[in-house]
């Protein structure tokens, strides 16, 4: 496998008044393509300042960070964009939808910067909510779905630039259990079956269970890192919706 993500010695210093607050303090971490990585650790450990610094929405305080080889530590805010709108996709626990947009049209969202025909953006939004079982579903807006669909037209929305990199932060904390396996199956599909490096930000067990690897942040340092026997094996993307 090909590193997808390289940090290495990352630390990121807030200044809160007088004080200097350390979320992460000389962190290195490789992440190979095709990779499914859970990301734990409690509340303040620095996981999700981690997060934010792998989808290039914050950066480095010192260090070296490198997605798909390129150096991202120093680059413009506009370069920054441009990188999370190519090659990063985003899953986040409350969903993030337009209420007064339908399915298709919140997962087409992203594609408004890509200069394509409407068309062809209604197109390849439609073919994202097929891979996550909500073909039919299109023109539903999201009061009108379950809390698991609303999840996954966002996961929809996340696959609809072909990203290598999908970024999801509890995704299943809204849901119930039965929602929360269905999304967890959803996205082991898409590592297991077309190859998405998968990090997943959760602190339940059993949703770290579905990733091939477990990693443990605490105090802005890496406490344990291992890898696990995936359980349960990969399903279909093609979920029924509910």
Request: charged share 20%; glycine share 10%; net charge negative.
């Amino acid at each position: 496998m090909t590193s997808l993500i390289e940090c290495q010695d990352i630390w990121k210093v807030y200044s809160v008044g007088d004080v200097e607050v350390q979320a992460l303090r000389g962190l290195s971490l490789t992440i190979e393509q095709g990779e499914f990585v859970a990301i734990m650790g409690s509340s303040g450990s620095g996981k999700s300042t981690l997060m934010n610094m792998l989808g290039c929405l914050d950066q480095p305080t010192k260090g070296c960070y490198r997605l798909n080889g390129v150096e991202v530590g120093g680059l413009q805010h506009d370069e920054l964009a441009g990188i999370r709108n190519q090659q990063i996709g985003f899953v986040f626990q409350s969903f993030n939808l337009i209420p007064r947009t339908s399915a298709l049209e919140n997962a087409q969202l992203p594609l408004f910067y890509r200069g394509l025909s409407l068309k062809d953006q209604r197109a390849q939004a439609a073919a994202a909510l097929a891979r996550v079982g909500l073909h039919g579903r299109e023109d539903h807006y999201p009061t009108q779905l379950s809390g698991g669909q609303q999840q996954r037209v966002a996961i929809a929305r996340a696959l609809v630039t072909s990203p290598s990199l999908l970024l999801a932060d509890e995704p299943t904390g809204n849901l119930d259990s039965q929602s929360s396996h269905e999304i967890m199956e959803i996205l082991q599909a898409l590592n297991h079956d077309e190859g998405i490096t998968i990090i997943l930000v959760t602190h339940e067990l059993n949703v770290a269970a579905y990733a091939g690897r477990e990693i443990v942040i605490q105090d802005g340092q890496i406490l344990s890192n291992r890898r696990t026997k995936v359980f349960p094996p990969s399903s279909s993307v093609e979920v029924a919706p509910r």
